[in-house]
């Protein structure tokens, strides 16, 4: 192995200065399938370029999500077989009757009717902020259309909202970053919150059936078969950390990505029929995945190197992102680019991300307000970020901008 390559450090303390994009150009270039160890782990392969990325997503044969799970971490087989209950660590068949039955929530209908309400979320959300001029963009708008939409899908009454932002935060967090591992009780306290407002709100429906996405839950059946308790509350909280993060990480480095680039902006208010190849551009850009993992269920070969049945096996989404083989340019942030199909929603297959439409309506929404209403929207210090090699996270961004009035 090139020597060049010992310091490549993928490890949980590289990611709180960001993605390491220097490390990932290099191991492209140079190492495309690198075999990264782990000072108290098994180590695993790091696969980084973008057509490796797709092999693997589609082929869950060879590359099990259920076997050892997607996170990077091993687990112990009695912390295997909770996470196999959730929705993204399940291998066909189990993934599929369990997918189907989500789905059911998930109708183009049922997505239609949350991105109606989506425009008039985000219009409002700046006009809680827009007088004030300076403001922590993370908080008081990028959390805020995608929170507001998991308590939706959930049913939850708003009173209860911004305690969901404070669990989805402690959900998240808190295998790396000492901010969230302070809060009291640590992330099992914070799911058995969320199970009991989950169960709450299902007990309601299966009473009181209303035209919404946890009616649509409960009542799913497929040959007879329902989801059970459980699995319903698993995928809330599968929704809450799947759903919310992501979306909220994605418009701050969104916001990043346009202050670093105002010319992108202004072409943007030059032109919006450019919007939605610009949602493209921020997907690949922000990327606020970093990595699902899987498991080789078989000895097999990527780009002539062997990977061993059991071995880990780690998908970089931001690395593929930015692989000069897929996309032209790929440090660039053009809101014009075409072709752009990343692998900010994983890589496809059986696992595609299920909020997809719902994400772009939510980033799109946001940012467009924020593009019109904040013009001259700037940083006032550093972001800080969020110290996990799993979500691209961005824990406080303050940011100022010229006053303006509200919309009515
Ligand atoms: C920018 C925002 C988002 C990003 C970057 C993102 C990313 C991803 C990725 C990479 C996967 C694939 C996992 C794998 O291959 O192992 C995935 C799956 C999933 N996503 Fe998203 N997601 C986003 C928004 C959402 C939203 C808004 C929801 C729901 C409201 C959601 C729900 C899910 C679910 C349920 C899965 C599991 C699907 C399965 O295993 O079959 N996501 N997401």
Redesign the pocket.
């Known amino acids: 192995m090139s020597s060049s390559l010992d310091d490549i450090d993928l490890l949980a303390g590289t990611w709180g200065r960001g993605v390491p994009h220097d490390q990932f150009d290099r191991l492209r270039k140079e190492a495309p399938v690198y075999w990264h160890p782990e000072p108290a782990d098994t180590g695993f392969w790091a696969l980084t370029k973008y057509d490796d990325v797709k092999r693997c997503?589609h082929d869950w044969r060879t590359f099990s999500?259920e076997r050892g799970a997607?996170f990077i971490p091993t687990q112990d087989e009695m912390a295997l077989e909770s996470l196999r209950l959730t929705?993204?660590n399940m291998d066909p068949p189990k993934?599929e009757r369990y997918?189907r039955l989500v789905s059911k929530g998930f109708t183009p209908r049922m997505i239609r009717m949350l991105v109606d309400d989506i425009e008039r979320r985000a219009v409002r959300v700046i006009d809680e902020v827009c007088e004030k001029g300076e403001v922590e963009f993370v908080e008081e708008i990028a959390a805020q259309v995608?929170v507001q939409m998991?308590c939706e899908?959930i049913g939850l009454e708003k009173d209860l909202w911004p305690r969901m932002f404070e669990l989805s935060n402690q959900l998240i967090g808190s295998r790396d970053d000492p901010d969230y591992q302070e809060l009291p009780g640590g992330p099992e306290a914070g799911a058995m919150e969320v199970y009991m407002l989950c169960d709450a709100v299902a007990a309601d429906r299966r009473a009181n059936p209303r035209d919404d996405i946890m009616t649509a839950l409960v009542e799913a059946e497929i040959d007879g078969e329902r989801l059970t308790d459980p699995e319903l509350n698993l995928f809330f909280i599968?929704?809450i950390v799947?759903?919310n993060e992501?979306?909220r990480n994605?418009i701050n480095h969104s916001l990043l990505a346009l202050v670093e680039n105002p010319d992108e902006a202004q072409r943007l208010r030059d032109d919006p029929s450019l919007w939605d190849p610009a949602v493209e551009e921020m997907?690949r850009w922000g990327s606020?995945?970093h990595n699902?993992r899987r498991t080789a269920t078989e000895d097999t070969v990527v780009r002539d190197v062997e990977i061993k049945e059991g071995d880990k096996v780690v998908l970089y989404?931001a690395s593929a992102n930015r692989d000069e083989e897929a996309f032209p340019d790929p440090h660039t942030f053009d809101v014009a680019r075409t072709p752009n199909d990343h692998v900010?929603?994983?890589g496809g297959g059986?696992?595609?991300?299920?909020?997809?439409s719902?994400?772009r309506a939510e980033i799109k929404a946001t940012m467009r307000q924020v593009v019109d209403r904040l013009p001259d929207i700037e940083l006032t210090a550093e972001p800080s970020r969020l110290h996990s090699d799993f979500v691209n996270g961005i824990k406080k961004m303050p940011v100022r901008f010229t006053p303006s009035p509200r919309s009515n």
Do not use: E, K, N
């Open positions: 997503s999500s997607t929705i993204l993934h997918r995608p998991i899908m599968t929704l799947a759903g992501t979306t994605l997907l606020s995945i699902f989404y900010t929603f994983g059986v696992h595609f991300c299920l909020g997809a719902l994400a």
